[in-house]
């Protein structure tokens, strides 16, 4: 069973519409990262957060916003969704300080702007 | 840039014999490879890892084999199971943490 939650895990939206992302782990982790991947291509890092009150851009620029209010919660918001945000968002988060031991990842949102 | 490269989208094998997927990297900063599998619908789940200054790693069915001169790396599944059938990913660790993906490979092993 996932320790790292997702919903929705479908979501066809209209252009113009605001959207948030959830993501939720029961696992205490401090490292949380949202990564975007449309089909055939490689993860891409948009935010992560280190902690509470911690987030920041990843290496590919996205217009979405994420906030860290809670440790176990680390939503991520589009205020106006366009054609061009459609893709696959997939949340991770981690335990360990070092590197090497990998992410959990939970289920991602496959996102659909019509 | 593409840094981390995995240059064959698909990759068929027979149950039991050996599934080899390949990975190259033109980035002699990352300090950790790590492999991922991918079922469809399902987020990436952590395989294996090594450190660049090792040359293998083993963890039962599963070795990646680290060749630093040539910036490419291997993950061996042997034998391979019909349950191995997924998208592998290739990822390098770099920094603080900062893991950059390959495309993935699609393993496909035939019963």
């Known amino acids: 069973e996932a320790d790292i939650y997702q919903t929705p895990r479908y979501l066809v939206i209209g252009t113009g519409k605001k959207i948030t992302l959830e993501c939720s782990q029961t696992?205490?982790?401090?490292?949380m990262y949202w990564y975007q991947q449309d089909p055939g291509m490689e993860l891409h890092l948009i935010h992560y957060?280190?902690?509470?009150?911690?987030?920041e851009k990843g290496d590919l620029s996205s217009e979405s916003t994420v906030s860290r209010i809670r440790t176990e919660h680390f939503p991520l918001t589009l205020e106006s969704a366009r054609p061009s945000h459609t893709s696959q968002y997939l949340c991770?988060?981690?335990?360990?300080?070092?590197?090497?031991?990998?992410?959990?990842f939970g289920s991602g949102t496959r996102l659909t702007v019509v | 840039d593409q840094q981390v490269k995995q240059n064959s989208p698909s990759l068929s094998v027979q149950e039991g014999r050996i599934s080899i997927l390949n990975c190259d990297y033109t980035?002699?900063?990352?300090?950790?490879f790590l492999w991922y599998k991918k079922y469809p619908a399902e987020g990436p789940t952590f395989l294996i890892s090594?450190?660049?200054?090792?040359d293998k790693n083993e963890d039962g069915r599963f070795t990646v084999f680290l060749n630093k001169s040539a910036k490419h790396l291997s993950l061996h599944i042997v034998p391979s199971q019909p349950g191995d059938s997924a998208v592998y990913f290739c990822?390098?660790?770099?920094?603080?943490?900062?893991?950059?993906f390959g495309t993935g490979t699609k393993l496909q092993v035939i019963p």
């Open positions: 991770a988060s981690s335990e360990f300080e070092g590197p090497g031991y990998g992410y959990t």
């Open positions: 957060s280190y902690g509470v009150n911690s987030t």
């Open positions: 980035n002699s900063m990352f300090d950790y």
């Open positions: 090594i450190s660049s200054i090792k």
């Open positions: 990822a390098a660790e770099g920094g603080y943490q900062k893991v950059t």
């Open positions: 696992m205490g982790h401090d490292k």
